[in-house]
Structure formats: structure tokens, C-alpha cells
């Protein structure tokens, strides 16, 4: 009779749970939603779904998926998310700060948390400030910081199968080793052009005020050089951060030089359309400082005087003509101002 009663039971907890799903259920809520109010959930171009996002910026739909790592995309920002049929996942975020506010609940949490909170971490590490350091000891130690800031992580979220766990070793492997290799790089920059020593030169590059401008025109005042593109994502990210440091320094000893090395890259290989594209920036961005444009973009000869392989890259130069950094500092890192305060600028 017991075991009757067992097999009864057994069999109304089966039926009550049912069978898997073969989908899975996502949901959840954006604050500050971006005027789009979609999320799109895809998986290179073998999967992609289109979820309606609420006016309130909450959503929620089923999606038939292979278990494995997505990516959602909302307005400009950008997530990745493990799904599984027959689990039951949400997330909560701000799109003012997506990245930085969001928090997984539901089946796979631990998991979906484990990999934003490990991209995370090399944010709070490697910071501008650092980007913009020569200081090697200060690398080391921010590395130090970050490696034992992702153990801890693997110990708080202990659900998280091995093989993530295995294939976020190695990213964050990977990330101390393009960091290590940008800082050894930036330091043979450094000593290739020593602090003091003549600077290569640019001549009569067009300005955009007017005119023909060369270094020489500039003598007995800092130099501080942005080298950039229009085409150029994260030159274009340092431009809030550069108008603010020139109307900081207006009327200083220093003039702001940005140089465009804009010749038909982004523009289908057409120079003349790049020389268009790079006068209509400057006019619609209203950029400030001097805004000249090199003679023959990467291959000019100032620029390949310098080394340049990559932008954005800044230069100072002091007064006299003379190197003061081949590598500065970006205007978004406080690095910048504590170099223009030790030099009285």
C-alpha cells in the first residue's frame, strides 16, 4: 500500500511539472529605454529574434534557441546572454549605463552575472588614467588587481559550469596580454623619441581657418597634436573630452593641433570625397583648436617620422621644438592635466 502511495505521489509531481519546453522564456526591464523599443536577440547570422520593448521598457517573449551563448542588442548598446529551452532568464538594466547596471535573475544568473561582472572588472582596472601612464610599476600592480578580482568571481559564483569557466580564463589571459604588449609598445615609443629631443616636423599642411600651417609657425608655445580620422571610432569618442581641456587651457602658453589623416579610407578609397568628408566633420562637430589635414594621410612623411601605425595618437611638444611626449596622454585621462601642471603650463 506504501509503495502505491509512493508511485501515486511520484507520478503527481511528474504530471505537475510537465514536459520540457523546447523554448525558452526571456523577459525583463530597461529603464530609460531608447526610442526603438526593440531588443534583438541574435547568434551571428544563424539566429536573430526582434523583441518589442514596452513603453515602461519592459519586455518579455519566448525564444526557440540552441543552448549557447546570444547576443541582445537595444539602440546602440550592446549584451551577451546564455539561453537554454525550457529555462526561465530576465535581466534588469539602465541604457543610460547598460553595461554597467545590469543584473541577471533566473535560470543561468550565475552564469549570465559571472560574464558581465568579468568584463566588467577590466573597466575598474584598466582605466584611462592607465592607458595614459609610462609607469610600468603602476601596469603591474593594476594587472596584479585584476587577476585576483576574477578569482574572487570564480569563487563567488560557484554554479558556473567549466567550461565557461575554461573559456573565460582565457580571455582574461588574453586581455593582460594585449594589455601588456599595448603598454611594452607604447614604451619603445617613448624611447624611440626621448623626452627632449627634436621633434620631426610637418610643413604647410592646410588649415581649415585658412592658409598653409608647419610646425615652425608654432614655435615658442606647447604643442599638443591629436592625429586622427573621421573615420576613427574612438578618435571621435575623445572629442567632448578635448573641447574641454581647450576652453580649460584658452589663453595658455599651449596651442591644440589636430591633424587628420584622412585620404579615402572610409570613403571607398576616394581622396577627394575623404577631404570633403573631413571639412564637413570639422563644420557639423564645430571642432576647435587649429584643424589642419596631412599631406598624404598614414604616408606622410611627419607621420611616418613618428611611427604612427595606429590613432589616435597625441603629441606634445614644448616651445623650443623639442619632444615633451611622442605618446601623450588622451584629453579624457587625467593623466593629461597633471602632465600640463608639471609643466606650468
Given amino acids: 500500500m506504501k509503495r502505491l502511495l509512493l508511485l501515486g505521489i511520484a507520478a503527481t509531481l511528474f504530471a505537475c511539472k510537465g514536459e520540457p519546453k523546447d523554448y525558452v522564456t526571456l523577459s525583463g526591464k530597461i529603464a530609460n529605454p531608447d526610442e526603438s523599443k526593440t531588443l534583438k536577440v541574435f547568434q551571428g547570422r544563424d539566429f536573430e529574434k526582434i523583441i518589442t520593448v514596452n513603453e515602461d521598457g519592459t519586455f518579455k517573449d519566448t525564444l526557440k534557441v540552441v543552448a549557447g551563448d546570444y547576443n541582445f542588442q537595444h539602440g546602440k548598446e550592446y549584451g551577451q546572454i546564455y539561453l537554454e529551452n525550457d529555462n526561465t532568464t530576465s535581466f534588469e538594466t539602465d541604457y543610460e549605463s547598460f553595461i554597467d547596471s545590469m543584473?541577471?535573475?533566473?535560470?543561468?544568473?550565475?552564469?549570465?552575472?559571472?560574464?558581465?561582472?568579468?568584463?566588467?572588472?577590466?573597466?575598474?582596472?584598466?582605466?584611462?588614467?592607465?592607458?595614459?601612464?609610462?609607469?610600468?610599476?603602476?601596469?603591474?600592480?593594476?594587472?596584479?588587481?585584476?587577476?585576483?578580482?576574477?578569482?574572487?568571481?570564480?569563487?563567488?559564483?560557484?554554479d558556473v559550469d567549466s567550461t565557461h569557466v575554461a573559456s573565460m580564463d582565457k580571455n582574461i589571459d588574453m586581455t593582460v596580454q594585449q594589455l601588456s604588449k599595448f603598454m611594452e609598445s607604447k614604451q619603445a615609443t617613448l624611447n624611440a623619441f626621448p623626452k627632449g629631443s627634436a621633434s620631426p616636423a610637418f610643413e604647410n599642411y592646410e588649415n581649415y581657418a585658412g592658409g598653409n600651417t608647419s610646425l615652425s609657425d608654432l614655435k615658442g608655445k606647447y604643442v599638443y597634436i591629436d592625429l586622427w580620422a573621421t573615420w576613427c571610432g574612438p578618435c571621435i569618442k575623445e572629442i567632448p573630452a578635448l573641447k574641454k581641456v581647450e576652453k580649460q587651457y584658452e589663453g595658455k602658453n599651449i596651442e591644440f593641433v589636430s591633424i587628420s589623416v584622412d585620404e579615402g579610407r572610409g570613403y571607398k578609397g576616394d581622396a577627394a570625397e575623404a577631404y570633403k568628408g573631413w571639412k564637413k566633420m570639422v563644420n557639423e562637430k564645430e571642432l576647435g583648436g587649429m584643424q589642419l589635414i596631412a599631406d598624404n594621410g598614414f604616408r606622410s612623411q611627419f607621420i611616418q617620422d613618428y611611427k604612427v601605425n595606429g590613432i589616435p595618437r597625441f603629441l606634445l611638444i614644448d616651445p623650443n621644438g623639442n619632444i615633451v611626449s611622442a605618446d601623450a596622454p588622451r584629453p579624457s585621462s587625467s593623466a593629461l592635466i597633471d602632465l600640463f601642471n608639471e609643466l606650468n603650463i
Fill in 103 to 158: 543584473v541577471f535573475k533566473g535560470d543561468a544568473s550565475d552564469l549570465n552575472n559571472f560574464s558581465v561582472q568579468s568584463f566588467l572588472i577590466s573597466k575598474n582596472y584598466f582605466t584611462e588614467d592607465l592607458v595614459g601612464t609610462s609607469d610600468m610599476k603602476k601596469v603591474e600592480e593594476a594587472i596584479k588587481g585584476y587577476k585576483s578580482a576574477y578569482e574572487d568571481l570564480k569563487i563567488k559564483y560557484t
